[in-house]
């Protein structure tokens, strides 16, 4: 998708001529990255099939994360490395939202917000789950941070996808959540409210925060316990859909998620006069697929909205999928669930060889499917070869 491209029609970055104050260097790397990506300006190749001759030019992806274009590859490569690490069980997807009030402070203070999210929702699941009377056992997590609504406004919310189920505190046998049910979402929505509004208390003591504009009153510790209190009497929306059926419907759902940015390729419609259309669901009103239609400042605008600051990771693990420990908590969960895990290795292999095979056709000749030679390369910022390539010989 060339998003900017698409909406520069009218001179060269008038977006960044009328907001020049107001774009930071995420932002600018971001615009500069999308415009640049696979074109001859990034260097490229080009490649040739010696049976039929054809010849096929390859510009280089700017692989930026918030590039729609460069996050398919991201995507296949990250659920191949998620492979061996699921598990025979069901999986849950539980959703973590702010609410308005919080999500304007977030907006201004991204990396120590969204740091205090990942904390409170993580911690929220791991201690719910750790008593006996819902679960009672040591579970694992993906979370995954989104910050758009289908409008492309501002909606900061954790996607989380956990095993149905843990691994006992003597770690002797692994427990099962009940059919179709994980853990009760009123007691995750109370003690995640309560987990984020302390440590976004202590942030707010330590300085951490930073308030602007209409937010600035904020500032001043009595406005500031204000508004603690009177989001304290909000209910916070947490809420889990139902399970999925087995590791390969996870892998499907994952990679939907975890590399997704705030817009995708097909959702565009198209643009004329200065406005972009695109389509987006009305969750609202029976998830009605509609068309919204925006000047291409405002498009612009709402895009950059959802850049993550320098270094930020949006994906993280938890529990016996965290990091530090994750293979040989994996290899305790395996070892409890030997009697189911036969029945889910067979599919994860097919999963994973289709995937190589969809690889390895990407380097075939889309003419007679030969091998693909490359003829020429050059780097971001030389002039590409002379095309000399017509002697494949």
């Not at 719910?128 to 989104?146: F, Q």
Request: aromatic share 10%; with cysteine.
């Amino acid at each position: 998708m060339f998003i900017f491209r698409f909406t520069c029609s009218k001179g060269i970055h008038p977006y960044r001529q009328a907001h020049d104050g107001h774009l930071g260097r995420v932002e600018r790397r971001t615009m500069s990255a999308i415009e640049l990506c696979r074109t001859a300006e990034l260097g490229g190749h080009v490649e040739g099939c010696r049976s039929c001759g054809s010849i096929r030019v390859a510009y280089n992806s700017c692989r930026n994360r918030h590039c729609p274009k460069c996050q398919g590859q991201a995507c296949r490569d990250w659920l191949a490395a998620r492979q061996d690490e699921l598990l025979p069980v069901p999986y849950f997807h539980v959703v973590f939202t702010l609410p308005v009030e919080v999500a304007a402070i977030a907006f201004h203070n991204k990396t120590a917000l969204y740091t205090i999210l990942f904390k409170a929702a993580a911690e929220t699941l791991r201690t719910i789950a750790a008593d006996p009377r819902p679960l009672g056992a040591e579970i694992g997590l993906i979370a995954v941070l989104h910050s758009w609504g289908q409008t492309l406004t501002y909606h900061p919310h954790l996607h989380c996808i956990v095993p149905g189920g843990g691994v006992s505190p003597d770690c002797t046998r692994w427990i099962s959540c009940r059919p179709g049910f994980f853990l009760p979402v009123r007691v995750l929505s109370r003690l995640f409210r309560r987990r984020f509004l302390e440590e976004l208390r202590v942030a707010h003591d330590a300085g951490r925060l930073g308030f602007f504009g209409d937010l600035a009153h904020l500032a001043k510790p009595d406005a500031f316990a204000r508004l603690l209190a009177e989001v304290r009497r909000l209910e916070w929306v947490v809420y889990a859909k139902p399970p999925f059926g087995g590791p390969q419907q996870v892998l499907a759902y994952l990679g939907r998620y975890t590399h997704r940015v705030a817009i995708a390729n097909s959702r565009l419609v198209g643009m004329a006069d200065d406005r972009v259309a695109f389509r987006w669901r009305d969750y609202r009103h029976g998830a009605r697929t509609k068309v919204m239609t925006l000047d291409a400042d405002e498009f612009i605008r709402r895009f950059l909205l959802h850049t993550l600051p320098d270094g930020f990771h949006r994906i993280r693990h938890y529990g016996f999928l965290a990091n530090g420990h994750r293979v040989p908590k994996l290899g305790l969960c395996r070892r409890l669930l030997a009697s189911q895990q036969q029945n889910n290795l067979e599919p994860s292999a097919k999963s994973a060889a289709v995937a190589a095979e969809r690889l390895a056709l990407t380097h075939r000749c889309p003419c007679c499917g030969g091998a693909m030679v490359t003829l020429a390369t050059w780097r971001c910022g030389q002039a590409p070869p002379t095309p000399f390539w017509n002697d494949t010989s």
